[in-house]
């Protein structure tokens, strides 16, 4: 039986990966770079600090920490006016009684504003949210997901991960634990290719909370 729940943040329960992706393409464009959408695709998943690494160095942008600010202020901007919650995640978060978390390669500060954007913040307290900067190695390594099972004594047969990319499955395969793949958020690329999921590990794909549902239930 399912007891406990693992949830990635951006593209599970906030519809935020689209909106990443163009920050990124909007600053890329203010430097005269265009970034083909399969290129955002394999970087899907990552935390920032890694893509604009990456970025920097194949397109030769020598300051890092500028292109870091840039990005954090116009992904800033777009939140406010366009952040939403991915659709029938509050059903499913508001009727739970199990144990919630969550897992991200995104920053704690960031995670609460949009928990608090979305309205979902009453039901994740701070200590039961987990992100890249509490741990050494982020995904697509285990270290988030096992840090949230060790410091609440889950046990892992009775814990549920969701996650909407092949670099957060990995990481909760790795930590042992079923995934879920739930592709209903807007993402990086346009056609979310269910069979990138199901190869990086998730037991099943959907784009529906409802059979999430469904599937704990069975599980």
């Not at 990124?24 to 394999?42: C, P, R, S, T, W």
């Not at 949230?148 to 042992?176: C, F, H, P, R, Y």
Request: glycine share 6%; no cysteine.
């Amino acid at each position: 039986m399912i007891k406990n729940i693992i949830f990635d943040f951006d593209g599970v329960l906030v519809d935020s990966e689209i909106l990443v992706a163009r920050a990124f393409a909007k600053y890329m464009q203010n430097l005269g770079i265009k970034v083909d959408e399969k290129e955002f695709a394999n970087l899907a998943g990552k935390k920032t600090v890694e893509v604009i690494n990456i970025l920097s160095e194949k397109y030769s942008i020598t300051d890092t920490q500028n292109f870091f600010n840039n990005i954090m202020e116009i992904a800033s901007n777009i939140y406010k006016k366009e952040l939403t919650i991915i659709k029938g995640a509050y059903d499913f978060v508001s009727n739970q009684k199990n144990n919630l978390f969550i897992g991200s390669n995104s920053m704690k500060d960031r995670i609460m504003d949009g928990l608090q954007r979305v309205g979902l913040n009453k039901y994740f307290k701070e200590k039961q949210i987990y992100s890249f900067d509490m741990v050494k190695n982020p995904k697509p390594d285990p270290d988030i997901y096992l840090k949230a099972i060790d410091d609440n004594n889950l046990i892992k047969n009775q814990t549920i991960i969701i996650e909407d990319s092949a670099v957060g499955v990995m990481a909760g395969a790795a930590a042992g634990v079923k995934v879920i793949g739930l592709t209903a958020g807007g993402h990086w690329h346009e056609k979310r290719d269910e069979k990138e999921l199901l190869e990086a590990g998730a037991f099943a794909v959907t784009n529906d909370y409802k059979k999430i549902f469904e599937l704990i239930e069975s599980n």
